[in-house]
């Protein structure tokens, strides 16, 4: 099993629509979970970072952790064409000084 | 702030030539760390430094070296390069703990 799993995708939506994307990780002592958003040609940058179980909101954005499950999301409400990107996955092992990250979903928002 | 500034962001190299990507961060970060990103496979740690004085293997160390050279700058050397190093380097820094970490620009380095 890989370390940080992500569906490659494309992930279709409509603009307007609510995006979901997701990530499971294997190591159960993992403890910090990030969502970077990367465009094309450009460098990955932060959108969300997740510490805890239950969700965590910024704007139009829901970070969502299940470390039972080992599993994080990434909502991404009222999709806008602007967002369309890859968005990775992150993840910080515990005792680890690493983020270990995934290989990305691509979205792409259809106006 | 710059942030985490690479140079050169560009650069062509002939089988066999050596180079030094360059990586300096302004934010007083403990750790720096090497990436690159080829299509389909994701960020795959190179070599990082978790503090000043150190430096560790990532996922792919094999032709590749580093030096830190103090708490701001973090240098990726190839020493012969090959085909296959043919990619996109990124240089990211972070506070050492589970904080997140901040990239540079990139570097796309092409090896023919």
């Known amino acids: 099993q890989k370390e940080v799993e992500q569906n490659s995708g494309p992930l279709s939506v409509p603009e307007g629509a609510i995006a979901s994307l997701n990530c499971t990780y294997s190591d159960r002592g993992s403890q910090s979970f990030f969502w970077y958003r990367q465009y094309s040609g450009k460098s990955p940058e932060l959108i969300m970072s997740i510490y805890s179980n239950g969700d965590k909101e910024d704007g139009r954005f829901t970070a969502q952790l299940n470390k039972a499950s080992q599993y994080v999301s990434l909502l991404i409400r009222d999709s806008q064409p602007s967002d369309s990107a890859t968005y990775l996955c992150a993840v910080n092992k515990s005792g680890y000084s690493t983020l270990t990250f995934g290989k990305g979903t691509m979205l792409l928002v259809s106006p | 702030n710059a942030g985490v500034t690479q140079t050169p962001k560009f650069q062509v190299l002939k089988t066999g030539q050596s180079m030094t990507l360059q990586c300096a961060q302004d934010?007083?970060?403990?750790?720096m760390y090497w990436y690159r990103q080829d299509p389909g496979m994701g960020l795959r740690l190179i070599y990082y430094s978790a503090s000043e004085g150190t430096t560790d293997k990532g996922e792919v160390p094999n032709g590749y070296n580093v030096s830190r050279l103090n708490k701001r700058e973090f240098s990726l050397r190839l020493e012969s390069a090959a085909p296959s190093q043919t990619s996109v380097y990124f240089c990211?820094?972070?506070?050492?703990?589970?904080?997140?970490?901040?990239f540079g620009q990139g570097t796309r380095l092409t090896v023919v």
């Open positions: 934010m007083n970060h403990n750790s």
């Open positions: 990211a820094s972070r506070v050492l703990g589970n904080t997140e970490a901040f």
